[in-house]
């Protein structure tokens, strides 16, 4: 009887942490703290690459990533019950109540973005706050009103590299200098605005593939906020065709070296053949083909950086 027990509490357990799990969305929150976390380490000067600082941004991210993405299934249940890929998310499930999600929200930011305050910076805590609340009430309302929603969308998805390297640096204006080294903060801004301008393509890919669900839910993602159309195919290529440029910019602001930049441009080329072909094919397997290649495209381009950075360290 006290194994049965034992047994059905151990389950109840395992059970509640999945909800967890699925209500941060810890695959999407995870793959933000680390654009955050490797932001913070090409920040000029980071190469000491304290494990402690590392492992506290990390959790603080997860907590405000976590908290926005607990309010983005507590206001949308109704309309994540009605599709087939987010039905079985635990609020929208009926597993959780929305109170419960809501309270762990508003414990999980208030934490993480005290923790941003407390072991870094108020510049950062205060970009925290306002990509949290962005995220969580100004775009997850938007998406059932227009396709700008992506737009206002997309700089809460990319603030996280602002985070991480204000984080480290505590200089969040683009033309000032980073204290005690020659490397404009710019570089800074420019890995905002390439994780910005990927964002595009990668989100229409996904609205493409799931338009019918999507469209079940009055989402309107899409650029028009209609179905897939040729337009959209060539506003990828657009913001693709900007990416180049912007992927130049950290090897100008003198970030990193010659390795990285042409590892950034062969991958910036890479998506932007994938949009190309999206325009031509015009079909899901297309956009599957853009989608799967933007999940590849920020860890490579990323760890590329970072690489890069560190060996020239090493080597001087």
Known sequence: M???INKSASFTLASKVKDYFQLIKFTLSFTVVFSCVICYLLAP???SYDLKMIIVLFVAGLLITGSANAINQASEKDTDAVMKRTSKRPVADGRMPVKEAYTFALIAGVIGVWMMYYFFNLSSALLSAFSLFLYAYIYTPLKKVSSVSVLI???PGALPCLIGWVAATNVFSPFAVVEGTNISNGAGWSLFGLQFLWQFPHFWAIAWVAHNDYSKAGFKLLPGGGAPTRMT????IAYAVMMIPVGVLP???GLTGI???WVVIAANLFILIQCVRLYISMDVGAARRVMFSSY???PVVLLALLADKLSYALLN
């Open 233 to 236: 195919a060539l506003q990828a």
């Open 45 to 47: 000067d980071i190469v």
């Open 251 to 253: 090897y100008y602001f």
């Open 259 to 261: 390795v990285s930049f």
């Open 153 to 155: 969308g997309g700089l």
């Open 296 to 298: 590849i495209y920020l």
């Open 2 to 4: 006290g194994k049965a």
